[in-house]
């Protein structure tokens, strides 16, 4: 956050309006209430020279975004603990609600709410965040934000994988533990020599391989997938008869 910060106060606004609209999105902080030192240096390089005025219905564009990043370099935080990206403006209630439109007329929509007697503005989107960022100016915190969260996002996307993975082995496991208890009863019971000799067949090579796959099952007996599934299939249902 405060690299961001840093970057952002660095980069001051050329154009008069553009330098007045910051300034008046600083607010109190350009008023000797700055949340770091970089951001109580920009607001007094702002104040050097002519002030002009904003006002954000008659404002450009570019005006509008030097005053959100004033907005931003005053009262905003940005985090990314716990696996999610969270960007917010702490203002008092009035501000936070005025702040929200502007943030919707600026299509950048957030979300409001009071929190302990503060208004906070709110965005949890990745990439609205990476618009706005990118719209502010801060080009290396942005490749910095991008690249968290194309690793967050390879991570988790691993994580998902290894936990169906996981989840696969368990069924399987748990399949062919069932499959040579129900060989094991019929074998026991002298039901298993009445079948048919295909069957017996699949029945031998699971017991021989418990930990043999499908596919491995098939090519052992000579014989597809799907009909040694079905011969499973037939066992675990006479066990159970």
């Known amino acids: ?12 606004p050329v154009r008069p309006c553009c330098r007045a609209a910051e300034r008046a999105g600083l607010g109190v902080a350009a008023d000797g209430r700055a949340p770091n030192a970089a951001v109580a240096r920009l607001a007094v390089r702002l104040g050097q020279g002519p002030r002009g005025t904003f006002e954000w219905k008659s404002a450009a564009d570019h005006c509008r975004f030097a005053y959100l990043r004033g907005r931003f370099l005053a009262c905003g935080s940005l985090s990314l603990a716990g696996g999610r990206t969270h960007l917010e403006f702490v ?7 005025e ?7 600026a299509g950048l929509p957030a979300a409001v709410r009071l929190r ?7 965005w949890k ?3 609205t965040i990476t618009q706005f960022l990118q719209a502010c100016g801060a080009s290396a915190s942005l490749l910095e934000l991008e690249a968290r969260l194309v690793a967050r996002s390879l991570h988790g996307e691993l994580n998902r994988a290894l936990n169906a993975e996981t989840a696969n082995l368990a069924r399987a496991v748990a399949a062919a533990a069932r499959q040579v208890g129900a060989i094991e009863q019929l074998a026991a019971e002298g039901r298993l020599d009445r079948e048919p000799a295909q069957v017996r067949a699949v029945a031998r090579a699971r017991l ?27 066992l675990e249902r006479l066990a159970m008869r």
């Open 125 to 127: 989107s990745g990439a």
């Open 99 to 105: 702040l929200g439109a502007r943030l919707a007329e």
């Open 116 to 122: 302990r007697g503060s208004g906070v503005v709110t």
């Open 91 to 97: 203002l008092d209630p009035r501000a936070a609600t």
């Open 1 to 12: 956050m405060e690299a961001i910060r840093a970057e952002l106060a660095a980069a001051e």
């Open 208 to 234: 021989d391989a418990p930990e043999a796959t499908l596919a491995d099952l098939a090519a052992s007996v000579g014989t597809s997938r799907s009909a040694v599934q079905r011969s499973l299939e037939r």
